[in-house]
């Protein structure tokens, strides 16, 4: 019974916080800013226009977070741009502290394999399958392990 | 909405290049939104920015300085320049002050007003130039003198011709001075109370309400505020500007010290709106000092044709009434702050340790505030900052005074002495830097400069605690320890006004950091924080709350700023109420609070129930901070006593943010 409610209370507070947040930042959406699309959950390396690689050290990266930042950030950036540069700068820098930071690099990494494999035309969609999937399978090891766990506990007795 | 044609003139660059050109382009209206089209003749390219746009229109001009960046470049490379089109500011997007019709580049001058002394800079067309008063001082005296119905501010010196003069005027009583200390702050704070022993009026009640400031005038207290007497200050400083410029000035860049809150800022910029003048960027004291160190090594690398790679400098800066602290990482004309610390000791203090040191019963003398008192006072504090000055370049120094009354005061004070008596302060400046360098990562190893700046820079034991601590033999040299803050500030106006200099010398860009925690009281007393200090600015974090108690129908979000671990230890900012959760048992709420700090560093608290979810939650809440007015110290106290424990928030145990 567990295992079916679980993953939905998971699926709807992950989405319950994304549209949380996409009310308050008024925003409006960057219809055309050009090639590079600055959704929620862009390619980092893309957002730092860096080549997919494990070879793109850390100086690139600092490199191309600076030379971004020249042309995104809002202080550079007309008055009538600054809600939406500051969504851009917003991007740039989340893809700037995940990817110096050796750790969350390793797991941003990580993730990103996996978002690739789930070859969903939605990428939005596959992740929030994937993440549904992944709480199915924690929730059934959990139950595994409880179950596991009373009947160790029975042998005791 | 109709289309509106105007012939006009824009100046557009490239980015990275010199020279800047001007072209003649179409701006018409469409929409609420001015659209800029290039000319067919005009050579704009997809990668021009504009810096400025000149709409002539008869005889008057309009000038916007902000429109900058080619926006909607939709064509691909090859097609037809006529194609492209350009949206620039329009009058309802601008700031929101009044467009008046300007012909001259609006550029905002720099200030830095210290506790002590006070500067104004300029970008001149080539370079920061620093103002001189009428006395030839680039250094003025922060102070306001009330005389009958006159009033004077440091800015020209009075009526007093000579300095020394000058400074018994200024501690007769009748002049108020220190404001930076004052300001913002309640009379429960510690700065306040120790202010009291300034020759002019500084009365408390100890109950969180602002202090009682008053002047003597003609043997009479006479009451005002910090705000108002800082206003009355940058009313004589933006006259010498505007003597100087010839024109009128409305903008303007200040440094602040680190260690101002929030609540702080917003009265530092009422007294500016007082004076007429608007606050373009607040910036921290240290970050300005970065900028300035970001240009001199952009500069260098342009002559040495060097690799460009990032340096790292610790900046430490003492004035008066605050010392800052701060990492700045630099590469290519960008300036990132990695950390910033700061605390409300300076120059101010050492003097009153000193004079406490020199004469024992110090305290009991300055009660009641007398005319003849506050003389001998004054007297005092002459010679004791006379001698912390001697003490700078000498290894000891006499202080002989008479005080009046049959008081005497005879002592030598040596180094020894020196540093003895005023150990708590350089406690609290090892403090701050070593809370530096432990937020940025940093080893000392890691620091390429240490940049020294402010007054008590100059003290000899300041020099030696931070270069130890950095493991430095000297400090950077090619910054001017009093002039460099207003002159980061002054540049930064500059590139806040979208000005550019043809050699590349404005290129510059400084990502700040905030200063300190933001956050809301949760888990009882405490103090969490959304926004951690040093996080890049602008920002945005979220956090989740649950209810403490079954049913819980309401929660008071009361959103604090400060260092402390308790919520009662830091600064604060505001409350509101989130009502209508459905009723549940406790835990079993999630409330999102999400803080903003946007561009205009203008922080925003969003808070609202994420779950449940369905059509009976509230809407979400979003706030402007601070909201609180004066006597916040109240309002804390006020809160626990009328609601207690029963709409308290508690941390959600944290699962992964997404």
Known sequence: MSTSTFPIARFVDCAGAHGGRRSHCKVQAVADSGSVSWGKKSDYYKVLSLEHSAAVGTVEIKRAFRRLALRYHPDVCPPSRRAESTELFLELRRAYETLTDPARRIRYEAELRTTEKATAADDEFARDVWEAQLCVLRARSEQRRQRARHRTGHRCD | ?658
């Open chain 2, 1 to 658: 909405m109709g289309l509106v044609f105007v012939r006009c003139e824009a100046v557009v660059q490239r980015r990275g290049l010199p020279g800047r050109r001007a072209v003649s382009a179409d701006l018409f209206r469409r929409g609420g939104r001015f659209i800029l089209q290039p000319r067919l003749n005009s050579s704009v390219l997809g990668g021009d920015s504009w810096l400025s746009i000149v709409v002539k229109r008869g005889k008057t001009s309009r000038w916007c300085s902000d429109a900058d960046i080619a926006i909607r470049s939709t064509t691909s490379k090859g097609k037809r320049m006529a194609e492209q089109f350009y949206t620039v500011a329009s009058d309802s997007e601008t700031t929101g002050e009044d467009k008046s019709q300007l012909s001259f580049p609006d550029v905002a001058i720099g200030i830095d007003i210290g506790t002590s002394k006070c500067s104004v800079a300029i970008w001149n067309g080539h370079q920061v130039e620093l103002l001189k008063n009428t006395r030839n001082q680039k250094g003025m005296r922060s102070y306001v003198m009330f005389k009958d119905d006159t009033l004077s501010a440091g800015v020209t010196g009075g009526a007093a011709q000579e300095s020394a003069h000058e400074e018994r005027d200024i501690l007769s009583g009748s002049a108020i001075f220190n404001m930076k200390r004052l300001i913002g702050r309640m009379d429960t704070d510690e700065v306040v109370q120790a202010s009291k022993t300034l020759p002019f009026l500084v009365q408390t009640l100890g109950i969180g309400v602002r202090p009682f400031i008053a002047a003597l005038v003609n043997n009479m207290w006479r009451s005002t505020t910090p705000e108002e007497v800082l206003a009355i200050f940058l009313l004589e400083l933006k006259a010498l500007v505007e003597m100087h410029l010839k024109h009128p000035v409305r903008n303007a860049v200040l440094t602040i010290p680190v260690a101002f809150s929030r609540f702080q800022q917003t009265r530092i910029e009422r007294a500016f709106a007082m004076a007429g003048l608007h606050v373009l960027r607040l910036m921290p004291e240290p970050t300005a000092v970065a900028l300035l160190y970001a240009q001199q090594q952009q500069q260098l690398m342009h002559d040495n044709m060097g690799s460009g790679i990032e340096k790292i400098a610790l900046i430490f800066n003492m004035g008066a009434g605050y010392s800052d602290a701060a990492v700045a990482a630099t590469a290519g004309g960008v300036s990132q702050i990695r950390a910033l610390s700061g605390c409300t000791v300076g120059g101010e203090d050492i003097l009153q340790n000193i004079m406490r040191h020199v004469l024992p019963n110090f305290d009991s003398l300055y009660d009641g505030h007398t005319v003849d008192r506050i003389k001998s006072m004054g007297l005092l504090r002459i010679a004791t900052q006379d001698a912390i000055h001697k003490l700078a370049n000498q290894e000891s120094v006499d202080i002989n005074i008479d005080l009046g009354n049959g008081q005497k005061v005879s002592k030598v004070l040596d180094h020894s002495e020196f540093e003895q008596v005023n150990r708590a302060i350089f406690e609290k400046c090892e403090k701050i830097i070593i809370q530096c360098l432990v937020d940025a990562k940093l080893e000392p190893e890691d620091i390429n400069d240490v940049i020294l700046v402010g007054g008590c820079s100059k003290i000899p034991r300041i020099r030696s605690l931070v270069l130890g601590l950095c493991k430095k033999e000297v400090s950077y040299k090619n910054i001017d320890a009093l002039e460099a803050a207003v002159s980061g500030a002054a540049m930064e106006g500059a590139i806040a006004s979208g000005v550019t200099d043809p050699s590349g010398s404005l290129d510059l860009l400084t990502i700040q950091a905030t200063p300190m925690n933001l956050g809301i009281r949760a888990d009882g007393n405490n103090f969490a924080a959304i926004i951690p200090r040093n996080t890049t600015v602008p920002a945005r974090r979220d956090m989740l709350f649950t209810t403490t108690h079954d049913n819980q129908t309401e929660a008071l979000i009361a959103v604090y700023e400060g260092e402390g671990e308790q919520a009662e230890d830091n600064h604060l900012l505001g409350y509101f109420k989130i009502a209508g959760i459905p009723p549940a048992p406790k835990g079993s709420v999630e409330i999102s609070v999400c803080m903003d700090i946007d561009a205009s560093n203008v922080l925003r608290v969003f808070a609202g129930v994420v779950k449940p979810q369905g059509p009976a939650i509230p809407p979400f809440i979003e706030v402007r901070m601070p909201t609180l007015d004066d006597g916040h110290g109240w309002c804390g106290q006020a809160l626990a006593k009328m609601y207690g424990k029963t709409i308290d928030l508690a941390v959600l145990p944290k699962k992964l943010q997404p």
